[in-house]
């Protein structure tokens, strides 16, 4: 009697017709042999097992955010992008060399090194789909099941790079889960923001450096990855900044409408909005410069916070407002922000959280000085 070694060779004694063929080329990676290949999700759902003594448990703030990213390729139709898919074969399947595909048992299963949360993503809107498609079709909705029909389409089909090891043990697919969520780190600053030129205000902080006049005296770093350059008086990543605190009176981390969907008029009647609030920035403070305690980032992003809720009193941004509002700036005294060492020693949010509260106290108390200023004009 043969020796039986594989799960693949007790099921190949049954004589099961039933298997499935994944094209790909052979290759050492490391020291192992891999299979590397292009398959739709149709064919990766149908191989790939959970082993959870070598994944971590699913972390469903990372799942939210793929699930949102993956909606824009179904229901917009943007370009989406993904890293490859690792699998472990071990021992599984047959590789046959004349028609270079590996031959899985119908029982036979791949085991995830790398990628749970994007599979479980795509897993997830697949069950969330199905679940409509039922509800449609018990209510007869036609248009819809034609709708999601559609969109389930897109979802089997989409093509996702996948390495399969075929013969390192558990021990080893462990390893390099550590090594690959280890080592490698995220990338931040203004690398992350330059990257990622679909959501609003990024591609409204693009336009507005990029093609209005008036940022070229207000000099923004589009290049340097982490930081700004000496020459530059800002980074990106701040412009990204003080867009959120005018249009929506927060900080970044709790923006609100930096999404993917908006119409170009949205984005130009933003961008030119911004560009009035920097030339009124240039009219009334001093010119751009390091030294002036008025242009730097916290006293900046304190700014942006306060006049906010000038120019949006009426609910809609009203310039008008704005610029009555700003008239306050040359006669702030921006020395009294800080006190000592708080410039420095101050955690950031406090930083600029003291300087909004400097700015909107001075404005209550003194906002009688632009009624002066304006008879004195008159």
Known sequence: MDTIESLSDLISQNKSPSYIEIPGKLARTFGQTTLSTTLPMSKLFSIYEIDLEVQRQLIPQNLSKLMDYILLYLDHGQS????????SARGAGHYDEATQTMNLQAMEKCYVVDGQHRLAAFRRLMETLQSNMARAKDRREYERMEEITSKLRKLYDFPISVMIYLDINAKQERQ??????????????????????????????????QEYPVMESIPVDMFSERGKAPEYLWSYHLLIELMVGLFEGRLKSAARHNGYHYTETELKRGT???????????????APSKQEICWSENVQIALALFFHEEAFKSQQFNVYALEHAMQILPHIHWDGIYNNDEKDRLPRRSRIMKAYHYVRDFYNEHQLLLISDKEEAE
């Open 176 to 209: 390099l889960f550590s090594d690959i969520n280890k080592l490698p780190r995220k990338i931040g600053g203004n690398l992350a923001v330059l990257r990622d030129q679909r959501r609003y205000y990024h591609v409204m902080a693009s336009n507005l450096a």
């Open 80 to 87: 989406i992008y993904f890293p490859g898919i690792i699998l």
């Open 272 to 286: 030119d909005q911004a560009a009035d609030y920097f030339k009124l920035m240039l009219r009334f403070l001093p």
